[in-house]
């Protein structure tokens, strides 16, 4: 069974920093890409940054570019995203997922974490 599990989330003032981890179990990821999404109250949820598991590629929304970092550990197959200098605007439900590095669609995804970013 795949599961993408979260941790890391919290409250932070604005200007300060969170680092979201997602450990990955349940299959080999090697073929996969994994991301990050957030959704905020009313919103829809959009993409924040994405990984290749092997090539380590990366790719980041632009409101997030300069202040975010993803990463991997492909040993402890664990992505993590560093946040920096946050924004209130950044408050929202952050999920892990992976898709198929061919495909478009999202095959997992994680049960999410509340970001909230105070001002």
């Known amino acids: 069974q795949v599961q993408l599990v979260e941790s890391g989330g919290g409250l932070v003032q604005a200007g300060g920093s969170l680092r979201l981890s997602c450990a990955a179990s349940?299959?080999?990821?090697?073929?996969?890409?994994m991301g990050w999404f957030r959704q905020a109250p009313g919103e829809e949820r959009e993409s924040v940054a994405a990984?290749?598991?092997?090539?380590?590629?990366?790719y980041y929304t632009d409101s997030v570019k300069g202040r975010f970092t993803i990463s991997r550990d492909n040993a402890k197959n664990t992505v993590f995203l560093q946040m920096s200098s946050l924004k209130p605007e950044d408050t929202a439900v952050y999920y892990c997922a992976a898709r198929e590095r061919s495909s478009s669609t999202v095959d997992y995804w994680g049960q999410g974490t509340q970001v909230t970013v105070s001002s």
């Open positions: 349940g299959r080999t990821f090697s073929r996969y890409v």
């Open positions: 990984i290749g598991w092997i090539d380590g590629s990366t």
